[in-house]
């Protein structure tokens, strides 16, 4: 059974699948140039953005606990942006990734009281994740990142806030 799915291009994409009969695991695999490559399994994925050979996404794994990741499936490597122990909350979600997957964006949303906090980490510095200074705590909203993950915008009850990161 099919859960998720991200075209890349017209050879290149990411899917998500049960196996038959088990819906406690997703697996993820990476489809480029006719085979398809397993790449996680977890219990649950929070949501995936990709670009080009670059996935970043966020898993809730068989301990129950939540870690955001990227991963390039050119090269192999693996940056952890975040990890979260069972029963902290909230949790990331909502990924973000820049055109060319040097930039990455998520969202820590606080449904309970109605706020979101936005954060962002690029390459150069290791994807070490940063707080978006004026997306902190602010009321739920929608968000987007510009394709080459210089600009974003975000609208909420409080009104538009569009924005630039380094």
């Keep these: 059974v099919m859960r998720l799915e991200w075209i890349v291009s017209g050879n290149q994409g990411f899917l998500g699948a049960s196996p038959p009969h088990n819906s406690k695991i997703v697996s993820m695999y990476y489809y480029h140039a006719g085979k398809l490559e397993k790449i996680n399994t977890a219990r649950a ?46 949790y990331y979600q909502y990924p973000y990734l820049s055109q060319n997957g040097n930039l990455a964006v998520i969202a820590r949303p606080n449904y309970k009281r109605g706020k979101i906090s936005f954060y962002y ?23 987007r990142l510009s394709p080459d993950g210089k600009r974003y915008a975000f609208q909420n009850r409080d009104g538009l806030i569009i924005g630039t990161l380094p």
């Design 45 to 90: 994925y929070g949501g995936w953005a990709a670009a080009n050979h670059r996935i970043l996404y966020n898993t809730l794994n068989a301990n129950k606990t939540r870690e955001t990741i990227i991963k390039d499936l050119s090269s192999g490597k693996t940056w952890i942006l975040a990890i979260q122990k069972p029963g902290q909350y909230p």
């Design 121 to 143: 980490a690029m390459q150069k510095n290791d994807f070490h994740l940063e707080p978006i200074s004026n997306l902190q705590n602010v009321p739920l909203g929608i968000f």
